[in-house]
C-alpha cells in the first residue's frame, strides 16, 4: 500500500480519522480496489462508521497485490499523526501513507513547510474485515441538509446529553432530546426544535415514524460535514431500525450506522414464537420500556469490498436473533405490571429471547460466507450482542 | 499591618475606606490562590496604601542594609522567565554585578539556567561580588503573581527585590495600582550548582533553530515514549528528534538548509537519548523564546540554549543542560 495524498484532502483525511475517534478505539484500514476503506466500530457495536476514500481523491494510489491486506491498529495513535488540526493546513503539504510489511508498520510521512519532515511509523493488527450491512436506499425517510442547518440544531442540546429523537411529518422534522424514563420527571427538561422542510435539500418521508438514536457521534460526523461543508443525508425507517448518515463527494463517502432505540411491540412479535398478544403500545412511543434489537450482520467475508455484500435479508435476520444470547441487563428497569408479568413470561417461555432492555441493542452477527455466495447465507456466525451505548463513553 | 502617610485627613479616610475592602479582597485571594504562602517559606504578606509612591518611601537607613537589591517596572520581566524553569520548587540565586542567575536542578541530571542581565532591572544594586542564596520558586513565583498577573497592557505590577544577607529572608515590594504587597520569603542555604563541565571547545555539533519550528514537534511528543532521541549528523538525517512510544515510533527530521535552521555545524554523527521526563520542562521555555541553540559535546551532553524576548523587547537567556541516558543500545 502506498498512497499520497496532498493539500487541502490532508485535513480532510484527518478529519475523517477524528470523527470516526468519536466512535472507537480502534481504526480499521483496508486498502481495496476501488477506495481506501476507513472503519470504526464502538465497543457496543451500536454504532458503526466507514469513510471510503476513491483513489481519485490521492495523487497516488497503490493497494498491495495478490491477496487482500486490512488491518486494525489505535486510532489515538493515528490521530497523533495529525495532532495539530488547527495548523495541518498551512503547515503540510503532503502525506505519505506506505505499508512495511517486513515491519508490520504502517508509515505515515508528513512533509511540512521548511522542509520538516514527520514520520510515524506505527504499529498494528491483522484483522478481519469490518463490514455492517445496511441498505439506506430502501429507507422510507430521507433528508439532506447543508451541515449548517444541524449544527446549528444540535447547538441547543447540552455535551452531555446522549440521546436525541428526530420525529418527522410530511412537512416537517422535529429534533428533541429523549427523556429517559427513570428520570425524575420533575428535574427533566425538554429541548424540542421543529425544523420546516423547506430548509432541507431534500425531504422525503415515506413513514410518519421517530427514531432515538446517540447524539455523540452524530456531533463526531458533523465535525467533519462541516469543515468539508459536505451535505448531510440521513436515512431512517422505524425505531428499531438503524439510522444512517452520509456525506458523498465524487472522492469519497462516509456512513455513520447508529442504532436506534425500538419500541415497536409488533416488531418484537415477529421475532419471537409466542402467541401472546402484546400490550397496547402506551401512549408515548419513547418512554416505552419494551424494546428489540435490530440486526446488522457484519460480514467478515474473506473477499473484500463493500459493494460485494449486499443488505440482510429479514430471514436472516429474524434467523440470528433467536441465537442472540441473553445480555446482561444493565439497568435497573421499572416495569408496569403488565410488562413485568410479559417478562416473566418471557423467562418461562423464551429463555434465548433476550430481556428487555432499556436501550437499543444493536447487534453485529459475524458472519463468513464462503466467498461465492455472500450475503445470503450465514455459515458461521460469531454473535456480539450489543449492550448499551452509554457504557461506551 | 496598615499605613497611611502623606495626605490631609479628608484623602486619609478615603483610603481608610479602601483600605478595608482591598485587604479584604486580597486576603481571599491570597487564601484561595496562594496555597504555597501557607507554608514556612514565607514569613508576611502585608499590605501598604499610600497616596504617594510607596516604592520609593523606603527610608534611607533600610537601603543601606540591603546587599543586593533590584527593582522592575513590570514583575512580568521577571516571573515570565522563572516559569520557564520551574520544574523544581528549589532555585539557586546568584548574583553579580553583571546580572541575576537562577538555578533550578533535577535529579542530578538536568540543570535550567535563567539569566536576566542588569541593565534589564530599573536598579541593581549589589554590595558584594557575588550574592548567593536559595529560595522556594514556586512560592516567588506566587508572590510576584500575586496581583493575578494581569497581562492587560499598561498595567503592570512593579517589584523592588532586597536581600539583606545571610540569614535574612527576601523581600519583595509589589506595587499595582497604589496597592502594595511586602511578601518575605524565607532563604535557604544556597547549594552548590553542578558543574557540567560542558564548553563550547568540545562542543561537535550545533545547530540554531527558530523556535517556531520547535515547538510544534515539542507539544506533540510522544510522551509514551520514555526517551527523546536526538541525532545531529553532518550527512542525512542531519538533525532528527525521534521518539519510542507504545504505538510505534516517530521522527521529526530537519534538513539542514532549512529556512527554520539558522545555522547548522555539525561534524560528527551522534545519536543521544535523553530521559523524556527530564526534557519534558524544556517545553516551557521553548515557548517562550524565539531561537534555540542545540549542542551536543563529546561525551553526548545536551545543551539547549534559549533566547527570549521580553515584553519590553530585551533579551534574556535561559539554558538547559541534560545527561545523556545512559541505557543506549
Keep these: ?393 | 499591618m496598615l499605613e497611611c502617610q502623606n495626605g490631609n485627613q479628608a484623602v486619609v479616610e478615603e483610603t481608610s475606606l479602601l483600605m478595608i475592602f482591598v485587604t479584604f479582597n486580597l486576603s481571599i485571594i491570597a487564601l484561595f490562590a496562594l496555597p504555597s504562602l501557607c507554608q514556612p517559606n514565607i514569613l508576611v504578606t502585608c499590605l501598604h496604601f499610600s497616596a504617594t509612591m510607596p516604592l520609593s518611601t523606603q527610608s534611607q537607613a533600610d537601603e543601606e542594609q540591603y546587599v543586593f537589591v533590584a527593582s522592575l517596572d513590570n514583575a512580568r520581566n521577571l516571573s515570565n522567565i522563572l516559569k520557564a524553569i520551574t520544574f523544581k520548587d528549589h532555585a539557586i540565586f546568584s548574583a553579580t554585578p553583571n546580572g541575576l542567575k537562577v538555578t533550578v536542578e533535577d535529579s542530578k541530571c538536568l540543570q535550567a539556567n535563567a539569566f536576566i542581565q542588569a541593565d534589564i532591572f530599573q536598579e541593581f544594586t549589589i554590595r558584594e561580588d557575588l550574592v548567593g542564596f536559595q529560595v522556594n520558586l514556586t512560592v516567588l513565583l506566587d508572590c510576584l503573581n500575586i496581583f493575578g498577573g494581569s497581562t492587560v497592557p499598561g498595567v503592570s505590577t512593579a517589584l523592588r527585590m532586597c536581600y539583606k544577607g545571610y540569614g535574612y529572608p527576601l523581600t519583595l515590594f509589589l506595587e499595582e495600582g497604589g496597592v502594595v504587597t511586602v511578601c518575605k520569603i524565607n532563604t535557604q542555604e544556597p547549594e552548590e550548582p553542578i558543574d557540567f563541565e560542558f564548553c563550547s571547545s568540545n562542543v561537535t555539533n550545533k545547530v540554531i533553530l527558530q523556535s517556531e519550528s520547535l515547538k510544534e514537534p515539542f507539544s506533540e511528543l510522544d510522551m509514551t515514549s520514555e526517551v527523546l532521541q536526538i541525532t545531529m549528523s553532518p550527512s542525512q538525517p542531519y538533525f532528527r528528534l525521534s521518539t519510542f512510544g507504545n504505538s510505534g515510533n516517530a521522527h521529526y527530521d530537519y534538513p539542514k538548509d532549512s529556512d527554520m535552521v539558522e545555522l547548522f555545524k555539525c561534524t560528527k554523527t551522534q545519536t543521544n537519548r535523553y530521559k523524556m521526563s527530564l526534557l519534558k520542562p524544556s517545553t516551557k521555555a521553548l515557548a517562550l523564546s524565539c531561537k534555540v541553540s542545540v549542542r551536543t559535546d563529546s561525551r553526548g551532553f545536551l545543551s539547549l540554549q534559549y533566547l527570549v524576548r521580553n515584553d519590553d523587547g530585551q533579551i534574556c537567556f535561559v539554558e538547559y543542560y541534560c545527561c545523556p541516558d545512559e541505557e543506549v543500545e
Design chain 1, 1 to 393: 500500500m502506498d498512497c499520497v495524498v496532498t493539500g487541502g484532502n490532508v485535513k480532510v483525511l484527518a478529519k475523517a480519522i477524528h470523527s470516526l475517534s468519536r466512535i472507537g478505539d480502534e481504526l480499521y484500514v483496508e486498502p481495496q480496489e476501488d477506495a481506501l476503506a476507513l472503519r470504526s466500530v464502538n465497543s457496543s457495536r451500536s454504532a458503526y462508521a466507514c469513510f471510503l476514500f476513491a483513489p481519485l481523491f490521492f495523487s497516488r494510489y497503490t493497494i498491495p497485490s495478490g491477496h487482500a491486506f486490512r488491518c486494525k491498529m489505535a486510532i489515538k495513535s493515528v490521530q497523533a499523526v495529525f495532532r495539530s488540526l488547527a495548523s495541518l493546513e498551512k503547515t503540510v503539504e503532503k502525506c505519505h501513507i506506505e505499508l512495511d510489511k517486513q515491519k508490520s508498520r504502517l508509515t505515515f510521512t508528513l512533509h511540512c513547510k521548511h522542509g520538516l519532515l514527520k514520520t510515524h511509523n506505527l504499529s498494528f493488527q491483522d484483522s478481519e474485515s469490518l463490514q455492517a450491512v445496511f441498505d439506506k436506499d430502501s429507507c422510507a425517510n430521507v433528508f439532506r441538509a447543508q451541515p449548517r442547518l444541524l449544527v446549528d440544531t444540535v447547538v441547543h442540546f447540552p455535551p452531555s446529553l446522549e440521546e436525541v429523537t428526530v420525529a418527522v411529518s410530511d412537512e416537517r422534522m422535529w429534533v428533541r432530546n429523549h427523556v429517559d424514563e427513570e428520570a425524575e420527571q420533575s428535574k427533566a427538561m425538554l429541548t424540542e426544535l421543529c425544523l420546516a422542510s423547506d430548509e432541507f435539500d431534500h425531504f422525503a418521508v415515506g413513514a410518519h415514524n421517530s427514531v432515538t438514536f446517540c447524539l455523540k457521534e452524530l456531533r463526531g460526523l458533523l465535525v467533519f460535514a462541516e469543515s468539508t461543508g459536505l451535505p448531510i443525508s440521513m436515512y431512517f425507517d422505524e425505531p428499531g431500525s438503524p439510522v444512517v448518515l452520509s456525506v458523498t463527494d465524487s472522492v469519497l463517502e462516509g456512513d455513520f450506522v447508529l442504532a436506534t432505540l425500538s419500541d415497536d411491540p409488533n416488531h418484537r412479535k415477529n421475532n419471537s414464537r409466542r402467541a401472546h398478544t402484546p400490550p397496547p403500545p402506551p401512549p408515548d412511543d419513547f418512554m416505552n420500556d419494551d424494546i428489540d434489537a435490530y440486526l446488522i450482520a457484519m460480514d467478515t467475508s474473506i473477499a473484500p469490498g463493500p459493494s460485494a455484500t449486499g443488505p440482510p435479508t429479514p430471514s436472516l435476520a429474524r434467523s440470528t436473533f433467536s441465537k442472540q444470547p441473553a445480555a446482561a441487563n444493565h439497568k435497573t428497569r421499572i416495569h408496569s405490571e403488565e410488562e413485568e408479568e410479559e417478562e416473566e413470561e418471557d423467562e418461562k417461555a423464551d429463555l434465548d429471547r433476550p430481556p428487555n432492555k432499556k436501550f437499543c441493542s444493536l447487534f453485529f452477527g459475524s458472519v463468513l460466507p464462503p466467498s461465492s455466495q455472500m450475503s445470503t447465507q450465514p455459515v458461521t456466525s460469531q454473535e456480539v450482542l450489543a449492550s448499551d451505548s452509554e457504557d461506551d463513553t
